[in-house]
Structure formats: structure tokens, C-alpha cells
């Protein structure tokens, strides 16, 4: 059974940081491509990094040099480091693990950034 755990989330003052990890289980890690996606109230759910079983990496335009994701194969897990958050930062963040054969999806951790 496939389990993307989250942990990380919290609430932090703007300006502040915040360290995101997904502990996967359940899959073939290193061959995956891991992501983070967010989700703010009343909007859809859009991309904020990904990382391929290569390394190479791929960020949002609104978080391009605050958020950094990388990947440890050897713990199955992905992080996400955020820095210098914005209250547009607050939202449920959710990890996603991608194959050829489909999606898997954590069941997400609120990031809650106060002005």
C-alpha cells in the first residue's frame, strides 16, 4: 500500500521558514517523480516544485529562490524548504509522488504564513 506521509506544516510570521517532508512508503522511491503541490481556499490546486529520479528540478514562478526541494533517496523522502514566506504562501500542501502509471497524493499539511 502507498503512503505519502507529510509533516512540517505550521503557522510562521511573514519573513519567516518553514521545512517540508513526505515519507514515502509503499513504492519504488528512487524512480519517481516527487513533487509538491499547494491548495488555497477557493482556488485550484497548482504546482510549486518538482524534483525527477535525475534531480533535476522545477519550481513555480512565485516561488523561484525562496522554496528549495531536493530529495534523499535513501530515506524515501522529498523536503521542501521554504524561506522568506508571504501570506500568498498560506495554503494546504500536498506531496505527489508520479510514475508512468499514475499519481500518488499525501493527504496535505496546512502552511499558514501571518502578516
Known amino acids: 500500500q502507498v503512503q505519502l506521509v507529510e509533516s512540517g506544516g505550521g503557522v510562521v510570521q511573514a519573513g519567516g521558514s518553514l521545512r517540508l517532508s513526505c515519507a514515502a512508503s509503499g513504492i519504488i522511491f528512487r524512480s519517481g517523480t516527487m513533487g509538491w503541490y499547494r491548495q488555497a481556499p477557493g482556488k485550484q490546486r497548482e504546482l510549486v516544485a518538482t524534483?525527477?529520479?535525475?534531480?533535476?528540478?522545477n519550481y513555480a514562478d512565485s516561488v523561484k529562490g525562496r522554496f528549495t526541494i531536493s530529495r534523499d533517496n535513501a530515506k524515501n523522502t522529498v523536503y521542501l524548504q521554504m524561506n522568506s514566506l508571504k501570506p500568498e504562501d498560506t495554503a494546504v500542501y500536498y506531496c505527489?509522488?508520479?510514475?508512468?502509471?499514475?499519481?500518488?497524493w499525501g493527504q496535505g499539511t496546512q502552511v499558514t504564513v501571518s502578516s
Open positions: 524534483v525527477t529520479s535525475g534531480g533535476q528540478t
Open positions: 505527489n509522488a508520479r510514475y508512468p502509471r499514475g499519481d500518488y
